[in-house]
Structure formats: C-alpha cells, structure tokens
C-alpha cells in the first residue's frame, strides 16, 4: 500500500490504483485497499472528465464505496461517498439517507459532518417523495399551498437538529 500513497504523491493516479489492487488480491476484504481503490478511482474519473473514462471510473467507485458498506457496515466514510455519488445522479432521497447513515458515526470529522449538513439542506427542496407528490395533487389549492410554505420552513429545522446532533450549541445554530 505504501507505494500506491508513492505513486499518488506523484500524481501517478494508475499505477497507485495498480498498487491498491495488489493489496486487495492480497486480502480481499481490506477496508483500507477498497477506500483507496475508490478514491483513485473518483481521483481518476475527475481527471477525465467529460471523458468516457470519467464514467467508468466513476462507477467503478460507486460500486467499491458500495461494497465497503456491503462489508463494514459501520463504515461512515463508504456511506459519505455513495451519498456523494448517488446526488450526481440526481438520486437525491438515497444520498441523504446515506448522509444520515454517515453522520450517525461519532469519529466523522467536524468538518466532514458540516459538510453533509449542508448537503443535506441543499436536498431539501429536491427530496419530493412520489407520496408527497400525489398528496398535493389530491389536496385543494388553499391547503397545498399552506403546505408548501410549511415544507419551506422544514430545512431550517432540519439545518437546527443536524447542527446539534454533530454538537454545536443551540444558541450558536440558531
């Protein structure tokens, strides 16, 4: 693995995806071999991008960060990734709930758990169930409209509860 973080450094995104492989075969379920696999893979799509090589490595690194959380469950670093993953593909109810599953691991970074309580906000909008959908479609306009001014103030509560949840003061989130 050391040479793969080597070839990294010198920008040698390839031959470190090679050298994190050789690990894998190694011990095919390394928690450490898959998530390097993985971020050269996002590494190397977004290097090609609009590229056709950007596509697959993009879903070569959905499906790695997928069989992380096939593996260890309680891994919150696979469930950050997917969710990433699954919002450009514009699957925005499972990239919060990965988000969710992400922010439920204590050891998340201060800053990792900020950033996903702002994408979490920034889905707000975007996260309309089909249930949702229908409802307003059966309600009359008086009511759907008192609806979606209610549903407008639902991101500022959700902002409120995420901020607390990852331990900053009431009184600093609001």
Known sequence: MGMGFTEIQNGEYMNALICFRGALTLDPESLDALYNIGRCCEDIAERNDGKRLEQDFTKTALLIFERIIELFPDSHLGYYH????????????????????????????????????????????????????????????????????????IPRLVELALLYRTGISWTRAV
């Open 82 to 153: 997917v969710g990433f993953h699954y919002a450009n593909l514009k699957q925005y109810a499972q990239a919060e709930a990965m988000w969710h599953e992400a922010l439920k691991e204590k050891t998340l970074m201060k800053n990792k758990q900020l950033e996903l309580v702002e994408k979490i906000i920034e889905l707000q909008d975007k996260v309309i169930t089909k249930k949702d959908t229908n409802w307003y479609l059966m309600v009359d306009t008086k009511k759907a409209s008192k609806a979606i001014i209610y549903r407008r103030q």
